[in-house]
C-alpha cells in the first residue's frame, strides 16, 4: 500500500524511510497560522496538543482533497488498486514554561531560544493525522472511516547545562536549527546538545512511527503492508 506525506519536512521523510517506509511526498500548501487563527477564532486558544492535531489534519485533509481530483502532480495516486492509499499530515512544536515554540527561521531568534533552554527540559508535541482513500475516496471500514484518525506524542526534552556561548554561536551559524521545531535537531548536529529524552525519539526526530502504526491499524491496515523494503 502507497503511503503519501503530506508534507516536505527532511526529518519526517528520512524517518519513515529508516523504518522501511518510501512516501510519495506532495506538499499541502496550507496556510498554517492562517488555520490556527480561523480556529482560534471561534473556540479560543488552542493548546500545544490541539494545534499539532489541527495542523496535521488540515495538511493531511488538503493532500486527500489533492489525490481524489487528481491534482497532485504525481499521475493518479488514488487509482492504485482495491487497498487504496494512506495520507500522512504531521506537525510538530516546542514546548518550554507553556511557551509553544515553533520553527525560529532566523539566527537572531534561534539564538535566543538557545540561551532560554540552556540546562533547561521541555516538551516536543508532533501531531499526526492518517486517512484512508479507496479508488480517491474514503475507506468505507475502519475507526476513522471518512475523515481519519489523530494522535498527538509527546516527549520530554533536556538541553546539556554547559552549553557555551561559542557553541551556540556555531550551531546557528550551521543553518541547521533555523528550520526545525524547538531550534533542535537529535539526529544531527543538535545531537551533542541533548543530555536525554523520555518517551518516543522518532517523534522529536521527524514523526513517531509507533503512532503511525497504530493510526494504520485504526484504519485496518497492518503495517507491514507500507513495508517498501
Given at each position: 500500500?502507497?503511503?503519501?506525506?503530506?508534507?516536505?519536512?527532511?526529518?519526517?521523510?528520512?524517518?519513515?524511510?529508516?523504518?522501511?517506509?518510501?512516501?510519495?511526498?506532495?506538499?499541502?500548501?496550507?496556510?498554517?497560522?492562517?488555520?490556527?487563527?480561523?480556529?482560534?477564532?471561534?473556540?479560543?486558544?488552542?493548546?500545544?496538543?490541539?494545534?499539532?492535531?489541527?495542523?496535521?489534519?488540515?495538511?493531511?485533509?488538503?493532500?486527500?482533497?489533492?489525490?481524489?481530483?487528481?491534482?497532485?502532480?504525481?499521475?493518479?495516486?488514488?487509482?492504485?488498486?482495491?487497498?487504496?492509499?494512506?495520507?500522512?499530515?504531521?506537525?510538530?512544536?516546542?514546548?518550554?514554561?507553556?511557551?509553544?515554540y515553533?520553527?525560529?527561521?532566523?539566527?537572531?531568534?534561534?539564538?535566543?531560544?538557545?540561551?532560554?533552554?540552556?540546562?533547561?527540559?521541555?516538551?516536543?508535541?508532533?501531531?499526526?493525522?492518517?486517512?484512508?482513500?479507496?479508488?480517491?475516496?474514503?475507506?468505507?471500514s475502519?475507526?476513522?472511516?471518512?475523515?481519519?484518525?489523530?494522535?498527538?506524542?509527546?516527549?520530554?526534552?533536556?538541553?546539556?547545562?554547559?552549553?557555551?556561548?561559542?557553541?551556540?554561536d556555531?550551531?546557528?551559524?550551521?543553518?541547521?536549527?533555523?528550520?526545525?521545531?524547538?531550534?533542535?535537531?537529535?539526529?544531527?548536529?543538535?545531537?551533542?546538545?541533548?543530555?536525554?529524552?523520555?518517551?518516543?525519539?522518532?517523534?522529536?526526530?521527524?514523526?513517531?512511527?509507533?503512532?503511525?502504526?497504530?493510526?494504520?491499524?485504526?484504519?485496518?491496515?497492518?503495517?507491514?503492508?507500507?513495508?517498501?523494503?
Open positions: 500500500m502507497q503511503l503519501i506525506l503530506a508534507s516536505t519536512s527532511p526529518a519526517r521523510l528520512a524517518t519513515l524511510r529508516a523504518a522501511g517506509i518510501e512516501p510519495l511526498v506532495v506538499p499541502s500548501e496550507v496556510d498554517e497560522d492562517g488555520a490556527v487563527a480561523a480556529a482560534e477564532a471561534t473556540s479560543g486558544p488552542l493548546t500545544p496538543e490541539q494545534m499539532v492535531l489541527l495542523l496535521a489534519r488540515v495538511k493531511a485533509e488538503a493532500v486527500a482533497n489533492m489525490v481524489s481530483t487528481g491534482s497532485t502532480g504525481l499521475g493518479n495516486p488514488s487509482a492504485a488498486g482495491d487497498e487504496g492509499v494512506l495520507i500522512l499530515g504531521g506537525d510538530s512544536a516546542f514546548v518550554l514554561d507553556g511557551v509553544i515553533g520553527k525560529p527561521h532566523t539566527p537572531e531568534v534561534a539564538t535566543t531560544r538557545w540561551h532560554a533552554q540552556r540546562g533547561r527540559t521541555g516538551h516536543l508535541f508532533s501531531g499526526h493525522w492518517l486517512i484512508h482513500l479507496v479508488h480517491g475516496a474514503p475507506a468505507p475502519g475507526v476513522g472511516a471518512g475523515s481519519g484518525v489523530g494522535h498527538v506524542a509527546s516527549t520530554e526534552v533536556s538541553f546539556a547545562n554547559d552549553i557555551s556561548d561559542a557553541e551556540i556555531a550551531y546557528v551559524a550551521s543553518g541547521e536549527p533555523l528550520k526545525v521545531a524547538g531550534a533542535f535537531t537529535l539526529d544531527s548536529l543538535g545531537a551533542a546538545f541533548v543530555d536525554s529524552i523520555v518517551g518516543d525519539p522518532s517523534n522529536v526526530i521527524g514523526v513517531s512511527i509507533p503512532s503511525v502504526r497504530r493510526l494504520a491499524r485504526e484504519l485496518d491496515v497492518e503495517w507491514p503492508a507500507l513495508w517498501t523494503r
